[in-house]
């Protein structure tokens, strides 16, 4: 049964940071596309980003280019979002997915 895991959302001011991590379980994480998307209050899903197998591509939001970065580390089934600089309309609910299975999700407020 394939298990996703997330974890590190909080509230965090303005310009602070934030590092999301997914553990991932019942299926071979190294073999798969793995993404960062969510969801904000009253809205839809949105990707927010993604990374290949090995972790060597990468691929971006225009909403967070240059200011989230997602990693992998596939010894450990792990997936990562850093994300700096944080700003309002960044809050929601942050889900890691592996094709259409998305875990519980984690919650980020950003507010003053």
């Known amino acids: 049964e394939v298990q996703l895991v997330e974890s590190g959302g909080g509230l965090v001011q303005p310009g602070g940071s934030l590092v999301l991590s997914c553990a991932a379980s019942?299926?071979?994480?190294?073999?798969?596309?793995m993404n960062w998307v969510r969801q904000a209050p009253g809205k839809g899903l949105e990707w927010v980003s993604t990374?290949?197998?090995?972790?060597?591509?990468?691929d971006y939001a225009d909403s967070v280019e240059g200011r989230f970065t997602i990693s992998r580390d596939n010894a450990k089934n792990t997936l990562y979002l850093q994300m700096n600089s944080l700003k309002p309309e960044d809050r929601g609910v942050y889900y890691c997915?592996?094709?259409?299975?998305r875990g519980q999700g984690t919650q980020v407020t950003v507010t003053t």
């Open positions: 019942g299926f071979t994480f190294s073999s798969y596309v």
């Open positions: 997915q592996h094709r259409v299975i």
């Open positions: 990374i290949n197998p090995g972790g060597s591509t990468t």
